[in-house]
């Protein structure tokens, strides 16, 4: 059944009042994370025996893995990028990033270099 | 049958390594993150993440207090949102995504990281304005 606006309004508000921001951030982050993992694991491989994109769905002597595998890896996938967006999070949440955020970043691109260097962060953060 | 790759396996030893983590018998979602990102975020120019990614928190942070505060049809009105009364949600996501992209540099917009960020965001709004706390259980 289709959401209505009352029944979208009391989701958005249920949302940010249990996990307010911070929620909001750590899951975009979370889904953007994930997007980016997958979109260079389906990269075009420069060598057959590079081609990520197989590897993830059959394992290195080429037996494919079964679907609930495939899930299961994937679901692991995006815990992992959960944890990093939350390492995020706390960087932003630190250093003030996080309540800046409710200002316009093209009117202060002091926000704009600070959000780059929080998601660059991760690189060093979690290994 | 052929697979679209919407860009081209990096050229480094980090890919290599993060390769040789997914191809490992004992594949560790941790490492296969870990180096995917330590291979993947360095390539990236400034600005193709951070600008999409801090336009898109800061227009949706501000859709989700005009809601609470104006209510839905007030907030839309606010943002330049067309509510289709039945696709409330995908209704809201995409067309704050369209005012979103509006504001960004084309080069950012167009980019496969701007596709990534479009992608993230109406995910994201889509699940918490159709499951609420549960949005985050995902």
């Known amino acids: 059944m289709p959401t209505t606006k009352d029944q979208a309004k009391d989701n958005l508000d249920q949302f940010f009042g249990k996990y307010g921001k911070e929620g909001f951030l750590q899951l975009f982050l979370t889904n953007y994370l994930q997007e980016l993992v997958l979109l260079y694991l389906h990269s075009k491989p420069r060598a057959e025996s590079d081609d990520t994109s197989s590897l993830l769905y059959a394992d290195s002597t080429g037996k494919p893995y079964s679907t609930t595998q495939v899930d299961a890896f994937k679901t692991r996938l995006r815990k992992e990028c959960g944890r990093r967006a939350a390492a995020i999070v706390k960087i932003a949440k630190d250093s003030g990033l996080l309540e800046r955020l409710s200002e316009d970043p093209t009117s202060n691109p002091h926000i704009l270099a600070e959000v780059e260097v929080a998601f660059r962060g991760i690189v060093e953060e979690l290994r | ?138």
């Open chain 2, 1 to 138: 049958m052929g697979t679209s790759h919407a860009i081209g396996a990096p050229n480094t030893k980090k890919w290599k390594i993060a390769v040789a983590a997914l191809r490992s018998p004992t594949r560790n979602a941790n490492a296969v993150v870990g180096t995917t990102v330590s291979a993947a975020v360095p390539l990236i120019p400034p600005g193709y993440v951070s600008v999409p990614v801090a336009i898109a928190a800061y227009e949706g942070l501000r859709f989700a207090a005009l809601v609470k505060r104006d209510g839905i049809d007030s907030a839309a009105e606010k943002t330049s949102v067309r509510l289709v009364e039945k696709y409330v949600a995908p209704s809201i996501s995409s067309s704050l995504w369209t005012s979103i992209s509006d504001r960004l540099p084309s080069a950012y917009g167009n980019s496969v990281f701007g596709k990534v960020a479009e992608t993230a965001f109406k995910k994201t709004l889509n699940t918490v304005l159709t499951k609420g706390v549960e949005a985050m259980e995902e």
